[in-house]
């Protein structure tokens, strides 16, 4: 079945560091992938989208790539601070359908 | 003002009763879900519906039944509550929906729900 999943559970970081994180996809070819951010009772967030025909995309500390070889994206945070620290979700629909499907999260926690 | 509202934000109720959960997006979104999040914080769908008509149905015990009165509401009803509902339930919304289009999903709060 397609599914998605992100290898870590949980990282800790260092503020300052750059955070990286891992979205695998498998048994399909996704068009897309979107990057979400969710605090501790709240709904997710989106964050980035980034389409299979492209590699990069930032938006100011963050930046998101897409490799259709290695079926993954990661996601980066840069000069990353405290208030960086949530549960980031990897999400995009299976084929063909209105199926939105959810990576299992990465939480987050920057270290000051 | 609030995009996608949910309501209750948390619900306390005892094995067997029936209970509902309300939601409203104000953004003019053609698809509306249903999710699930477990102890985990597993996200998992569970109804999507588009212009009012169900789209997905995720293998939810149809105990959960979803109800679309207009694109700008879907509430959630469940019969019968068991231990495992216990979870939080959020409510999404997104412009478009299908692989052709690639608009974000913009969640409610969700709603805490303990079952005992």
């Known amino acids: 079945s397609q599914k998605i999943e992100q290898n870590s559970e949980a990282l800790n970081i260092q503020e300052g560091k750059t955070a990286t994180l891992t979205c695998n996809y498998t048994n399909y070819s996704p068009a897309y992938l979107q990057w979400y951010r969710q605090d501790p009772g709240r709904g997710p967030v989106f964050l980035l989208l980034i389409r299979e025909n492209e590699k990069e995309k930032r938006k100011e500390r963050l930046k998101v790539t897409f490799d259709t070889t290695l079926k993954q994206s990661l996601f980066h945070i840069t000069a990353s601070q405290p208030a960086d620290s949530a549960t980031y979700l990897c999400?995009?629909?299976?084929?063909?359908?209105?199926?939105?499907?959810f990576g299992t999260g990465t939480r987050l926690k920057v270290l000051a | 003002d609030t995009a996608v509202s949910q309501t209750p934000k948390y619900l306390v109720t005892q094995m067997g009763n029936d209970k509902s959960i309300k939601c409203e997006q104000n953004l003019g979104h053609d698809t509306m879900y249903w999710y699930k999040q477990d102890s985990k914080k597993f996200l998992k769908i569970m109804f999507s519906?588009?212009?009012?008509?169900?789209?997905i149905n995720e293998t939810v015990p149809n105990r959960f039944s979803p109800k679309s009165p207009d694109k700008a509401h879907l509430n959630l009803h469940i019969n019968s509550l068991e231990l495992g509902d216990s979870a939080v339930y959020f409510c999404a919304s997104s412009k478009v929906g299908g692989l052709s289009y690639n608009s974000p999903l913009h969640f409610g709060n969700g709603t805490r729900l303990t079952v005992t």
């Open positions: 999400g995009t629909t299976t084929s063909g359908t209105y199926k939105y499907i």
């Open positions: 519906y588009n212009n009012k008509e169900l789209i």
